[in-house]
Nanobody, 120 residues
Framework: VQLQASGGGLVQAGGSLRLSCAAS????????LGWFRQAPGKEREFVAV???????TYADSVKGRFTISRDNAKNSVYLQMNSLKPDDTAVYYC???????????????WGQGTQVTVSS
């Protein structure tokens, strides 16, 4: 089982990026698919999650700016990030878990991470 995240990069404040995460090895149609991020010197924190029915939960810090979506046919999850801020700079990880939750310890499968850097 593998989750492959991509789409990170360097962007100026106010810009946009779209992260993608493709899963292989099994189907995740019944799983919650989430995004977490980890900035240097900080713990990994929850960003967003989408359930199998499309229900979404976001961290307060990204509400109104980020949008999570999924394509079950492609076994993929996406994170559209708009109005990016320097505080959004981090390594972003996708993850799959059996329930819709913000708790990182509930996630079974993790991607390798993709770096997002927002310059001021």
């Amino acid at each position: 089982v593998q989750l492959q995240a991509s789409g990170g990069g360097l962007v100026q404040a106010g810009g946009s990026l779209r992260l993608s995460c493709a899963a292989s090895g099994r189907t995740f149609i019944s799983y919650g698919l989430g995004w977490f991020r980890q900035a240097p010197g900080k713990e990994r924190e929850f960003v967003a999650v989408i359930g199998r029915s499309g229900a979404r939960t976001y961290a307060d810090s990204v509400k109104g700016r980020f949008t999570i979506s999924r394509d079950n046919a492609k076994n993929s999850v996406y994170l559209q990030m708009n109005s990016l801020k320097p505080d959004d700079t981090a390594v972003y990880y996708c993850a799959a878990g059996p329930i819709l939750t913000m708790r990182k310890d509930a996630y079974t499968y993790w991607g390798q991470g993709t770096q997002v850097t927002v310059s001021s």
